[in-house]
């Protein structure tokens, strides 16, 4: 009969919870269905100034799409823009495109 070590253990299940989070980190972000349409929002005036407006959008979860409301975001710097993210299809999936600050 062999003795299995403790540590050996330790490892393989730790080995296998590493497996099993990447799988869901995969699936989460590659969903099979595309997200429901956007859900208007009422933008509120700017609390300041150097801030823009950063929209809602579809977050995928284990769950399904979640909706993030939008918020304001202070400016990097003057002249900036934000470019909202959106979800791509690719390869029969979607895939979310983060926004980012441009100019």
Request: hydrophobic share 40%; with cysteine; charged share 10%.
């Amino acid at each position: 009969m062999t003795k299995i070590n403790s540590t050996h253990m330790i490892f393989a299940l730790g080995l296998l919870f590493g497996l099993a989070c990447s799988d869901a980190a995969q699936a989460q972000q590659y969903p099979m269905q595309p997200p429901p349409p956007m859900q208007s929002e009422i933008i509120p005036p700017p609390p300041g100034p150097m801030m823009a407006w950063q929209p809602g959008y579809w977050r995928w979860t284990p769950y399904g799409y979640n909706w993030v409301p939008g918020h304001y975001a202070r400016l990097q710097r003057p002249g900036m823009m934000w470019i909202p993210g959106h979800w791509a299809e690719r390869h029969h999936r979607f895939e979310w495109i983060p926004g980012h600050w441009q100019g």
